[in-house]
């Protein structure tokens, strides 16, 4: 798969409603077996759209921040088979701490969409063809969101995502 320097769009979101929805159109594009890298500051609006990503995905419980446990897993109702792993590595210190849960599998042998919120902790973690989303928060509750990947394919994705969430 040929890797490119980052390609990207940006757009605003005005609200967390529609950080959410951003988030689920976006699942409607998402191939089963994905990584998905949410960035951004504390509040930035990462886990909104992580909860979007879930309506849209069909994850049969809502998305709620994985702090403390770092993982966990979703699958839709009636179960599919289908997994979508929501990842926080918030508190995550060292190498260690993501090998205990099992990160590198989840990304090695990927079963399933991943979304990572603070992937910075697991920077050289995160393979190139992920999709990324970084989070900057302006004034209220504006919200920039730039999508970006260094992959054709996922770039693919990006653009089917921008046509139906914008038009263009
Ligand atoms: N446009 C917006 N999009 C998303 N959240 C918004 C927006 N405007 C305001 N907010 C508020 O910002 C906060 C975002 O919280 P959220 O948990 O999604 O952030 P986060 O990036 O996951 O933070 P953390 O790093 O602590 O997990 C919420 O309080 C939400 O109500
Ligand atoms: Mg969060």
């Not at 994985?66 to 995550?92: I, K, N, S």
């Not at 919120?117 to 730039?146: H, M, Q, Y």
């Amino acid at each position: 798969m040929p890797i490119l320097d980052p390609l990207s769009f940006e757009c605003v979101s005005h609200s967390e409603e529609q950080t959410q929805r951003l988030g689920a159109r976006l699942a409607m594009f998402l191939p089963a077996v994905c990584v998905v890298a949410l960035q951004g500051d504390l509040g930035a609006g990462k886990t909104h759209f992580a909860r979007g990503v879930g309506v849209g995905w069909g994850a049969a419980q809502e998305l709620r921040s994985p702090t403390y446990t770092m993982l966990q897993e979703h699958h839709r109702d009636p179960d599919t088979g289908a997994r979508l792993y929501h990842v926080d590595l918030y508190r995550a210190e060292r190498d260690a701490d993501l090998e205990s849960i099992g990160l590198r599998e989840l990304i090695e042998e990927n079963d399933g969409v991943v979304l990572i919120e603070w992937p910075e902790r697991a920077e050289g973690w995160i393979p190139g063809d992920a999709i990324r989303v970084r989070f900057d928060a302006t004034a209220g509750s504006k919200r920039n969101l730039t999508f970006s990947t260094h992959s054709a394919s996922a770039w693919q994705i990006l653009l089917k995502f921008r046509k139906q969430a914008f038009g263009v």
